[in-house]
């Protein structure tokens, strides 16, 4: 709905204060065998995100984790607050991050990080995501809510075509 409402010039995507998204269900997933994860092409869904030709904030307050980094990276811009973690840890479970995590992660913090995270299922804190250019502002969790309106509102005031040719 967004994408054709010219009143919305600017997503924000939020979960909790403990969790902006964990990612899958693994529990739903085991149930299943891993071609049929393929074959219903689960990805698919969050596709709108990264496909939506409007900005999106991702405003992520405690855990990024899996599938819940991944569309955290769908996004154009992550503000984070101070409790947020990030991490990819896929390998723990036999499997990769599936949903362009291997390559939005390099183009985010570099392949030597990415990989290392990827690779070793490491999760880093928001600090060293601001620091590596994961996230563009980190701030205090009870500033999340304003801090990312504040951006909302600073995007929201452009011109619609050139925020959406911008993008």
């Known amino acids: 709905d ?12 939020k979960g909790s204060n403990k969790v902006f998204a964990a990612g899958a269900d693994i529990t739903e997933m085991t149930k299943k065998e891993y071609i049929d994860h393929i074959n219903k092409d689960f990805i698919k869904n969050w596709e709108s995100i990264s496909a939506l030709r409007k ?12 599938g819940g ?11 984070a607050a101070k409790n947020a973690q990030f991490g990819q840890p896929e ?11 291997t390559q939005r992660l390099i183009r985010s913090v570099g ?19 601001y620091r590596l250019g994961l996230v563009s502002i980190i701030c205090a969790e009870e500033q999340l809510d304003e801090k990312t309106l504040n951006i909302a509102k ?14």
């Open 2 to 13: 967004a994408e054709f409402n010219n009143k919305i010039k600017v997503v924000i995507l």
């Open 111 to 129: 392949k030597s990080k990415a990989m290392e995270m990827i690779l070793t299922g490491n999760i880093i804190n928001a600090e060293d995501a």
């Open 55 to 66: 900005p999106i904030i991702a405003s992520v307050a405690g855990y990024a984790l899996g």
């Open 69 to 79: 980094c991944e569309i955290a990276m769908m996004c154009d811009i992550i503000i």
């Open 91 to 101: 390998i723990n479970l036999g499997t990769i991050p599936a949903s362009g995590g």
């Open 154 to 167: 600073k995007i929201s005031q452009k011109s619609l075509p050139v925020l959406m040719l911008a993008k």
